[in-house]
């Protein structure tokens, strides 16, 4: 493949409605414009408190339900958000498609007990970057024993975009979150908070460790030990950090 990769991960708080998925479609479709020389991986989160519904829904039918079956349960918010934003990236005429977990590689012999022992087979995924311009994936999920689908815990997604990263050889990973990257101070509560354009992997584990959860410390942990800089931005800001 001749083309660079590039892997871009857009959190559930970004893809809030129909408006919302057209506004990241314009943000790739831009991006391709400015690198025409790139192809595109985009990771996707389930839309904030879709998540926790699946489950309150599922302990309304019973108690303690089943792990794996919870698994498959919350892929749906994953696997929604892979569709309707590769519609609307189609709508702008990009030459983008939908892949399922087991189109990814991702393979997860822990789950969300030990995510960072995932690994990636690139196969199908390459074959789908070799035909598509973006490829938009399903993240937090991987694929375990028997195909079954496992969940890599809360802020998998991170997580995911980091591991495919790393398998491409991609160019950068970049996370989008609904904040222009990492704060002095949590900028929704304090407006005297001053972003910040650099950081350490071992500062940002450490507030990771004291309870920001702007980037999953399993990603953080990961992207350190393959020497892979991760950019953290927002849609529509010059603001961002890099984490190296």
């Known amino acids: 493949m001749s083309r660079r990769v590039a892997v871009l991960k857009i959190g559930g708080s970004v893809l ?15 991006r391709l414009c400015a690198a025409p020389d790139e192809r595109t991986v985009v990771v996707v989160s389930a839309e904030t408190g879709v998540t926790d519904a699946l489950l309150a829904t599922a302990r309304e039918i019973v108690e303690q339900p089943d792990p794996d079956t919870l698994d498959l349960l919350w892929s749906t918010g994953e696997l929604r958000s892979v569709a309707l934003l590769t519609l609307a990236l189609q709508a ?58 496992v969940s890599l815990g809360r802020g998998g997604s991170d997580l995911t975009a980091v591991l495919l990263a790393a398998g491409l050889d991609a160019c950068r990973c970049e996370l989008v979150k609904d904040v222009p990257g990492y704060f002095t101070a949590d900028p929704k509560r304090d407006p005297g908070a001053r972003p910040l354009d650099a950081l350490s992997f071992t500062r940002a584990i450490e507030m990771a460790d004291a309870g920001c959860r702007l980037v999953q410390r399993h990603a953080l942990v990961a992207a350190q030990h393959r020497h892979l800089p991760l950019v953290v931005r927002a849609i529509g800001h010059r603001l961002h950090t890099v984490i190296q």
């Open 16 to 30: 809030t409605g129909a408006r919302a998925y057209r506004q990241a479609a314009e943000f790739i479709a831009a």
């Open 92 to 149: 702008l005429g990009v030459d983008a498609c939908a892949a399922n977990v087991h189109q990814t590689g991702l393979v997860s012999a822990g789950g969300a007990h030990a995510p960072g022992e995932s690994r990636i087979e690139p196969l199908r995924l390459r074959a789908l970057l070799a035909s598509h311009d973006v490829v938009v994936v399903p993240g937090f999920l991987a694929r375990g024993a028997g195909d079954a689908v």
